[in-house]
């Protein structure tokens, strides 16, 4: 298959090189129209980004607004904006697990990057530079910066870069009940202490007196399809961070602001909230380019009662426009009880794709929470077997999706030890009954007509 000829001509770089991107014009709610006229039912807000769907006058007004007092304030000097100030006081108002200070950078990946300096900041502070080891998990994904990556279990998207990527790095396993429990007979509680025991002993491995922190997204995202953890997996985890003084980052840069139902993802955990957590996608809903950290007061005393300074920073940092914009688009999910809309239509996408697709015969599990649902493919629903990696079986759903009007996600490739073929869906928050019902009968087609072609493939091979 060769190069697109519009993607050799282009001077932009697409990501893709075979395939001509599609030119979106116009946005309205859930609808992208191209600019051949066709209307796309938007299921997955980009990746879980646009939860207010497209075409907001009032945040695009709040945003011109901004611009014509002044569009960009550097947060390395001696000046501030109000925006900022002001975006940081609404989604901290109350205080949310004792998080108090907000940093507010351009993507997710910068997210993380900055979390990870805080936390090797927060530790040379307390005079404990040895706490230089950091603990993830398997199979997830933070980001595609280096220092992102680094932090990332995404085989795939590691190799590539292995001679950059840090090495003070660890690795435990996800809370994947579907493939991860030992056998039919593991309980959950079972499973949660199997975990646990094993945190924990990759605390003792490396020194407890040398783990800074241990990172995990709260619902896992793309990689392994909106996979919540079992009851009481989170309390373990912060019970053996509390135990050896570590400190627990949080992503929610895709399951959170909303996206789960409440606004922080952790809120459904019953745990008191992690020490620094990521957020971003939902935060400015797309209209505007932001991400944040927010971390609590015991964070900030660190730095407070230290160098008094944040060793971190970005040009773009804190930026007035669009500060002002992702403000607009908190202010509306809660002017307009939004969230109350992610729990019920969250019900009802939920229980469609349960009476529409659990039967299927390639249909392994489907999963999530709120509007933030994913479907695993399997070739046998007993023995659990992926699909061959080169059979691209989730692609081919996403692609014919498109074909019938329904944009979703699909896998990010091979990201481990279980291949995860899954599509996800993330509409817009403001996504209503009729839209999922149409949502979940396509995706009920497309996945009939990739598993029509596969059979046929296999009965062709057997003959």
């Known amino acids: 298959m060769g190069i697109n000829r519009f993607v050799a001509d282009s001077n ?31 299921g997955s807000a980009g990746p879980a980004v646009s939860c207010l769907g497209h075409n907001r006058p009032d945040i695009v007004a709040a945003v011109a607004a901004q611009m014509n007092k002044i569009a960009y304030v550097y947060s390395g000097s001696r000046f501030r904006c109000e925006a900022s100030e002001a975006l940081a006081t609404f989604i901290l108002k109350n205080k949310p697990g ?19 300096k805080l936390a090797t900041q927060y530790w040379h502070e307390k005079g404990e530079p040895a706490r230089r080891n950091f603990i993830s998990r398997k199979q997830s994904y933070h980001g595609n910066t280096l220092g992102a990556l680094s932090v990332s279990g995404h085989a795939s998207r590691r190799a590539l870069y292995a001679d950059w990527v840090s090495h003070n790095v660890s690795f435990v396993d996800p809370c994947y009940a579907y493939r991860g429990k030992a056998d039919v007979e593991e309980t959950d509680e079972q499973y949660v202490a199997r975990l646990k025991q094993q945190l924990d002993d990759e605390f003792q491995r490396l020194g407890p007196n040398t783990v800074a922190a241990f990172f995990a997204e709260t619902i896992s995202g793309t990689t392994l399809g909106c996979l919540t953890a079992v009851s009481g997996y989170f309390k373990a985890v912060r019970e053996v961070c509390d135990k050896y003084g570590a400190l627990l980052v949080l992503d929610e840069i895709m399951c959170g602001m909303g996206r789960s139902g409440t606004m922080h993802a952790w809120e459904q955990e019953g745990i008191s909230g992690p020490d620094i957590q990521t957020i971003g996608k939902g935060l400015g809903g797309g209209f505007v380019p932001l991400s944040g950290v927010l971390l609590n007061q015991k964070i900030f005393d660190g730095l407070a009662h230290g160098s008094k300074k944040l060793m971190h920073g970005h040009t773009f940092q804190a930026h007035p426009t669009a500060c002002a914009g992702a403000l607009a688009v908190q202010q509306a999910v809660e002017k307009e009880n939004i969230l109350q809309n992610v729990r019920n239509m969250g019900v009802v996408l939920e229980n469609e794709l349960r009476k529409q697709l659990t039967d299927l ?30 059979e691209n079986f989730s692609t081919r759903i996403v692609d014919r999706s498109l074909e019938l009007g329904l944009n979703i996600l699909g896998n990010l490739g091979n990201t481990g030890e279980y291949y995860v073929d899954h599509v996800l869906l993330s509409p817009p928050y403001i996504i209503r009954q009729q839209e999922i019902l149409t949502i979940v009968g396509i995706l009920k087609q497309a996945v009939n007509d990739v598993s029509s072609e596969y059979f046929s493939n296999i009965n062709r091979v057997h003959l």
């Not at 893709?16 to 979106?24: C, H, K, N, Q, T």
């Open 12 to 42: 932009v770089l697409h990501r893709a090189l075979i395939d001509e991107p599609f030119d979106v014009v116009s946005g309205d709610g859930v609808i992208l129209t191209l600019a051949s006229g066709r209307e796309i039912i938007d």
């Open 361 to 390: 015969p390639l249909v392994g599990d489907i999963r999530g929470r709120g509007l933030f649902w994913s479907v695993e493919f399997v070739t046998d629903k007993d023995t659990k077997k992926s699909f061959e990696e080169t």
């Open 98 to 116: 004792n998080l108090v200070k907000a940093i507010f950078v351009n993507s997710g990946s910068e997210a993380t990057d900055a979390a990870i």
